[in-house]
């Protein structure tokens, strides 16, 4: 498959990953029948015990060997200055250089002007401070709820000439890159899967170029943005900026008074991206697929995003070629998926769902993603509503990495005063195709939220040894709950899924908007909510339905 990847420099190693992958897949296609085979429960216990951090530690070490334009300060003084986009410690040759895939090639020159998180309240405070934004280079940090895409975007539509975007954190040296372009999957083909000699859409048809910001952009680091934060002058900042913004500043929202001369230049090319598979075909029901995936490509080392999330699906693979051998086989398809291009913009994953999109609609049971296995503490699941009883339930299997003698459910509860299970409503992993597109039940999770070292060239082994999971028990815990949340998926004779929650949950969001209806005719004076309630309750329940599916068995 050919895709559209802007500024592509894949670094990392895939072919040794590949040869792994493929015999995984050979041995996984292998059926081992005995005459007496043990039970379900055996099978389910032995994926238990043949647990091992060694293992997962080992798989990681070798998955991050190898990494998978500067801005000039001009003062009123007339002094220049150069900041650099290296990070300090790597070398550009060793990994990708820092920038935002899918930005368009330019030149700006102005005056830096800091618009916070760039959101539309952050642009009507600075217009009522008197600041005009018009014609300068924008100074945003990553957060607030936005996208890249979404920020820039934003900027542009205010005439803001470029944006440079830095992201706080402990390590004030590195630099986040990451894409900027809106949507999924390649953009030449919207809609529909990028297959060799298929329709693609020319680069310069506006639907295609619709999916790329209008101005440049480029990620900068923390350091590199104080030194511009700390050079502005005009208006103060606004108190509550000022409060939660962890670098050193003047104060100052600008613009200037010294001047940004910005040049960034991409280059733009085709690729071919590889997704890898391998199927466990199921012995009574294997026109019926429980999908376990994870992308590989990484935009440094990717110790965290995406190799601890690798490493736990090479070690689910492993598990189960024992289970195999022991004599099991599960009675639905078990389809293990290493997705190729997820960081720009879930390619492979999009384009491959986009292709198989009415078997994957009719014949998916679940879709169950990982994709940064381990970020630090703390277990954070995110799920459709059917799962939410399965997911309890497997989660008292599996031992908490942090607490000797405690379960992972006595962990999570008790941290949380209760069961707490997000819902999937972002576009943010490889879920999103699965559920929003063909509407796949899906589940996502990690252990750990926010890590400080997010798409930066820290993003390595030794950051994980050191921070992330010194002893690889958290990426144990992951791999237990993703791996036996797919056997039951695949094995149990009647799927057990639960769809009271669903019930429940949409009698919430009822309530809310009864609430929210009559407020409206109390304040804005509307003679009849019925037309109001019909037309937001409809548009509630396609979203919920979207990640709705039935099934012959429940």
Known sequence: MLHLCSNLHFSIKTWSFLFI???????????????????????FNTFISSATNYTLATYLRH?????????????PNGSVLSL?????????????????????SGSAYGKPCFLNYGREKDYIALGANGVKVKGCVGIVRRGGGLSRNEMVEKAAARGVQAVLMFTEGEFEGGVERGTVMSGLGDPLSPGWGGVENGEKLRIDDPLVMQRFP??????????????????????????????????????????????????????????????????????????????LGNHRDAWTYGAVDPNSGTAALLDIARRYVLLMRLGWNPRRT???????????????????VEQNLVNLGSKSVAYLNVDCAVQGPGFFPSTTPQFDNLLTEITKKVNDPDSEGTTLYERWTAANRGIKIQR???????????????????????????????HTAFDSYNWMVNFGDPFFQRHVA?????????FRLAEDPILPFNYLPYAAELQILVKVLLI???????????????????????????????????????
């Open 478 to 486: 992951v791999t237990g709950v993703w791996g036996l949340l797919a």
């Open 516 to 554: 929210a209806v009559d407020w409206i005719q109390q304040f804005l004076f509307f003679r009849s909510c019925d037309e109001i309630l019909l037309f937001i309750s409809s548009l509630v329940f396609i979203y919920h339905l979207q990640s709705l599916t039935f099934f012959s068995e429940t």
């Open 214 to 291: 209008s101005i440049h952009s480029l990620p900068i680091s923390m350091k590199s943005a104080e030194i511009i934060l700390k050079s502005l002058e005009g208006p103060e900042m606004p108190y509550e900026w000022r409060k939660s913004l962890r670098c050193s500043s003047s104060g100052r929202l600008g613009p200037g008074p010294i001047m940004i001369n910005f040049t960034y230049q991409g280059e733009k090319k085709m690729a071919t991206v590889h997704n890898v598979f391998a199927v466990i075909r199921g012995s009574l029901e294997p026109d019926r697929f429980v999908l």
């Open 424 to 454: 999937l409503s972002g576009v943010d992993s490889d879920f999103s195709p699965f559920l929003h597109h063909a509407g796949v039940p899906s589940v996502d999770m990690y252990y750990g939220r926010d890590f400080p070292v997010y």
């Open 334 to 352: 078990i389809i293990l998926c290493s997705w190729d291009a997820e960081e720009f913009g879930m390619i492979g994953s999009t384009e491959w």
């Open 63 to 75: 998955l991050t060997l190898h990494p998978h334009l500067a801005v000039i300060l001009h003062f």
């Open 84 to 104: 650099a986009l290296a990070e300090p410690g790597f070398s550009l040759s060793e990994v990708v250089k820092p920038y935002h895939a899918y930005s368009p």
């Open 21 to 43: 992958f493929f015999i995984l897949a050979f041995y996984t296609t292998v059926n081992y029948h005995h005459n007496s085979p043990p039970t379900s429960l055996f099978y």
